[in-house]
Nanobody
């Protein structure tokens, strides 16, 4: 079972940058990884994902500002966030699924990102 541990959240001003990290234990190269975010009272939103072959996808709201990447040697997933906006404020979650699974079934505990104007 994959275990995920996020870090790197914090408070920044609008226009600032943060990098989130997610260390995956028991991770294999056969897992797709992703970042989601959720604001209290709203649905969880997919932010970015990276497939087994390195293919990345992004939500329209973060394209050009966020970059997802992974270091397989360190079993670590990253989310580099720049030009942050107040609407990026949310709890950010790391997630994983086996490449053949339909849904993400492994989740971290989340890390809070707060962007002030």
């Amino acid at each position: 079972q994959v275990q995920l541990d996020e870090s790197g959240g914090g408070s920044v001003q609008s226009g600032g940058s943060l990098t989130l990290s997610c260390v995956a234990s028991r991770y294999s190269g056969r897992h797709c990884m992703a970042w989601f975010r959720q604001v209290s009272g709203k649905d969880r939103e997919a932010v970015a994902s990276i497939d087994v072959d390195g293919t990345t996808t992004y939500a329209d709201s973060v394209k050009g500002r966020f970059t997802i990447s992974k270091d397989t040697a360190k079993n670590t997933l990253y989310l580099q966030m720049s030009s942050l906006k107040p609407e990026d404020t949310a709890m950010y979650y790391c997630a994983a699924r086996h490449r053949w699974a339909a849904t993400f079934n492994y989740w971290g505990q989340g890390t809070q990102v707060t962007v002030s104007s």
